[in-house]
């Protein structure tokens, strides 16, 4: 059976839904685990944007899994072919569990390309037409740890019709099957975990058949698609989300594609989601921002205060839009390094933070570095923003275990003040 | 808190100036140790001790021009082996400005780098990158490209600045003239940089840690040249630059004036050879007796994809490496090479601007190691061996020598077989 080594292990679920655990025995040799809820490590072609391994491993505790997108690797499959070695030894990366996935959340790609037999990836060189026969040939050569199946996941735009949706759920079931057709007669994916997907748009039948029908095949997992941004608000989403978790097999992962803002995250966490991918932090990156949104939740008042005077004195207060629908618009979560008022800052972007740019630079020398576009901002911001990101999934873990959600959620909206009056 | 601390040390200074300034030799913030000298050419390898650290030259200095090195953090550049580098005085003078640097503990503190900085004066990026700039005796005037604002940067005020960012070597402000401009306009230009040397000495805040260079200038003629040597010599500099050169004058041109130069720059004191940095180049000029080399190249040329081998340069984004699964040099000994190959940074171009970042590396490892051979080989005694291996690396056959690289080192007594 299709990924047979991946394995689940719950130690507490909240409320029915919210899960606590670790995925066990990933890997080839079945020697990695990752922590739920988590995130997995966004990279362009498995290279985390603007960081080398060097600056890469200044981070001390990286997620165990680095998520590579067939829109980047699709113009380089004659070249695998030829390397032969997979993709993992293509990009010098060792010790790591690779997944593969088929769009990448931070690109939005065109729409109207995908067919009853095709889906379509963008690369750098255009559009790329894929039939499942050239997905499953790219999968063995690219020979990834785990990957999701091909599927029809352009649901997310407004105004899609009710029979849009059920094509899309229709054409990955199909997809699907013809994939796990192809997948256990492939030698070179013994012991690759498969994750079924699951479609539906904003259709709550829908969405329900898909997570039924998916479950039914032997799969390792789940992907929850077509929950993006701009697709759906948040209340929507945690409403279909907590239908379709009801649906799925309690011990399989599920992992939400396209959904990383912090309040977004704990709200589908609430939903059931277990794994979610990691390019909020190069989004924020790109724009020139520093997440700085607090998460601590240890019982120490003293600590508790300072942080709150900090927000509330105006330094990292937040000047983003928690409501806005556009993936490149700031947040609340975030500070503009770019704004004037970091130019003589010379505390770190967030104190107490022990990130490489944290313990080495100033804010004042980041705002210098993006007023002068120079290169080092994006490695240094993209350095804090990763590990701000895996901190605050650590964070979550650890509100999970100590039933402390709630004062999380709070304390992430900046909203404990107020609050505890 | 910072900036209090700082201009109380400067009360103490001011103090102290007229005695500092009559026992400059004294307590100059340098000295340098011949290690060994080329018994063939005039090749020599030093110790050259500065207030951030100890530099072995021959150096190639690497150019963060805005306090930066071209997304290369200051630990990977420390871990590179780099003992040295260069911040600009202009582009930093103008953004984020001397005042903030002073108050972030100078451009070490600001950029947070341990070891050694060298700041150039400022005028030659004026004069080669801002358009409308007038030299006078008083200095160089020119309009902010940021506000529009007449700016006057004197010797006062380039030394100013780069004390502000509190270099471990400091440049005088000279009379840049570009190197193929001839006639009494580079006689004006020689005289008056020796005048803004005293100026820029007498400006110096800080002799006692920021060490101020002397430019030799007189373009490419020799007798004027000459002349500059003789006047700036009789001062009591720590070190020396071979300024004016690198500018697009002709090869045959270049070699005789820094030969001309290094024949009369005191021995005990080290000499920097500005802007030159191709490997021949410093290959050849480390024969004439210079130390101290820095360029722009390595880092701006590795954005393009451009690898520096010792076969010449490898172009990665060729379609030729896309298949090709070795690392760009076998026997490169860097991060990038170590861990990937020439097929994989071909396809991470396409992708992710980390790939810059990769060759960049590669091309610092690239200048710095081969400046430990050539240091290396000099301190063993086979620096005219290590030349000709050099350069049949280099070359495919010895009919593509260069022909001014064969004189020049004929000249310095070494026959390229
Ligand atoms: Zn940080
Ligand atoms: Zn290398």
């Known amino acids: 059976m299709a990924g047979s080594r991946m394995k689940l292990e719950l130690s507490k679920v909240v409320q029915g839904r919210c899960r606590l655990g670790q995925l066990k025995e990933m890997g080839r040799m079945g020697q990695h685990c990752l922590d739920i809820p988590g995130c997995l490590l966004y990279t362009h072609l498995g290279t985390v944007p603007h960081l080398t391994q060097d600056t890469l491993h200044t981070l001390s505790s990286l997620p165990t899994v680095t998520q590579v997108t067939l829109s980047n690797i699709a113009e380089h499959q004659d070249v695998l072919e030829e390397f032969k070695g997979g993709f993992k030894k293509f990009a010098g990366l060792h010790d790591t569990v690779l997944y593969c996935s088929l769009h990448d959340s931070a690109a939005q790609s065109p729409t109207g390309h995908t067919t009853n037999k095709t889906v379509s990836v963008w690369g750098s060189g255009g559009r790329i037409e894929l039939t499942v026969a050239k997905f499953m040939a790219l999968q063995r050569t690219v020979q990834p740890d785990w990957y999701q199946t091909m599927a029809d996941g352009e649901t997310w735009q407004t105004g899609i019709s009710r029979k849009r949706v059920r094509k899309s759920v229709d054409r990955s079931l199909a997809h699907l099957d013809e994939c796990l057709l192809v997948h256990q007669k492939s030698q070179e994916l013994d012991g690759v975990s498969v994750f079924g997907v699951v479609e539906g748009g904003d259709i709550l039948e829908e969405r329900l058949r898909s997570a039924r029908e998916t479950a039914k095949r032997p799969v390792a997992g789940f992907c929850l698609d077509g929950f993006q941004n701009g697709a759906m608000d948040q209340a929507l989403r945690s409403q279909l989300i907590t239908a379709v978790t009801k649906e799925l097999p309690e011990d399989k992962p599920r992992l939400l594609q396209g959904v990383g803002r912090p309040d977004e995250v704990l709200a589908c966490v609430e939903a059931g989601v277990d794994l979610f991918e990691g390019f909020f932090p190069f989004q924020v990156t790109e724009r020139g921002c520093a997440l700085c949104f607090l998460f601590d939740i240890t019982p120490d008042p003293e600590s508790a205060a300072a942080d709150e005077e900090q927000h509330t004195a105006g330094e990292t207060q937040p000047n983003g839009d928690l409501n806005c629908d556009d993936q490149t618009h700031m947040t609340r979560f975030e500070m503009d390094l770019k704004d004037k008022r970091y130019q003589d800052d010379f505390r770190p972007l967030v104190e107490g933070c022990g990130c490489y740019c944290c313990r080495n630079h100033q804010r004042a020398y980041v705002h210098h570095l993006l007023v002068t576009n120079e290169l080092l901002a994006g490695v240094l911001l993209m350095i804090h923003n990763t590990s701000h990101y895996n901190s605050f999934f650590r964070a979550v873990r650890e509100a999970l275990a100590n039933d402390k959600m709630d004062l999380l959620r709070r304390r992430v909206l900046g909203t404990v003040k107020e609050e505890s009056g | ?417």
């Open chain 2, 1 to 417: 808190m910072a900036a209090t601390i700082t201009s109380e040390a400067d009360g103490n200074l001011k103090e102290n100036s007229m005695f500092l300034k009559k026992t400059l030799a004294a307590v100059s913030p340098l000295t340098l140790r011949i290690v060994a000298e080329c018994p063939v050419t005039k090749a020599r390898a030093c110790d050259l001790t500065l207030p951030h650290s100890s530099v072995s030259t021959p150096v190639f200095m690497p150019v963060g021009t805005q306090g930066t090195l071209k997304g290369i953090t200051a630990d990977q550049l420390e871990g590179l082996g780099c003992q040295i580098c260069l911040g600009n005085t202009y582009h930093l003078g103008m953004r984020p400005g001397p005042e903030l640097i002073e108050k972030a503990n100078g451009l070490h503190g600001f950029m947070n780098w341990r070891r050694n900085l060298l700041t150039d004066s400022g005028g030659f990026q004026m004069v080669s990158l801002v358009e409308l700039s007038e030299v006078t005796e008083e200095g160089v005037k020119f309009k902010s490209p940021y506000d529009g604002k007449e700016i006057l940067l004197s010797p006062e005020k380039s030394i100013s600045i780069q004390n502000s960012l509190g270099s471990d070597i400091m440049m005088q402000l000279d009379d840049v003239v570009s190197s193929t401009v001839k006639g009494p306009r580079v006689e004006e230009a020689m005289h008056r940089s020796i005048r803004w040397l005293d100026r820029c000495i007498a400006a110096n805040k800080h002799p006692d840690k920021q060490n101020l260079f002397a430019i030799i200038q007189g373009g490419l003629d020799a007798e004027l040249r000459k002349a500059c040597l003789d006047e700036m010599t009789k001062r009591d500099v720590p070190g020396f630059a071979i300024g004016g050169l690198s500018g697009g004058e002709e090869k045959d041109d270049f070699w005789r004036m820094v030969t001309l130069s290094t024949d009369h720059l005191p021995r005990e004191k080290p000499r920097y050879l500005m802007g030159v940095g191709y490997a021949v180049d410093l290959v050849v000029c480390v024969a004439l007796g210079c130390d101290m080399f820095d360029c722009v190249f390595p880092t701006r040329t590795a954005r393009f994809g451009s690898a520096l081998v010792p076969w010449g340069s490898l172009q990665v984004k060729q379609k030729q490496y896309a298949k090709d699964f070795q690392p760009i040099d076998p026997d490169c000994q860097c991060p990038t090479c170590k861990r990937h190959s020439r097929a994989y940074l071909h396809a991470l171009f396409k992708s992710d601007t980390a790939a810059m970042h990769h060759i960049t590396i590669h091309n610092i490892a690239y200048q710095l190691t081969l400046m430990r051979s050539v240091r290396q080989s000099i301190v063993e005694g086979r620096f005219p061996e290590f030349i000709q291996t050099f350069m049949k690396r280099m070359f495919p056959s010895p009919d593509q020598y260069p022909n001014w690289a064969v004189e020049a080192l004929a000249s310095v007594n070494v026959t390229l077989e």
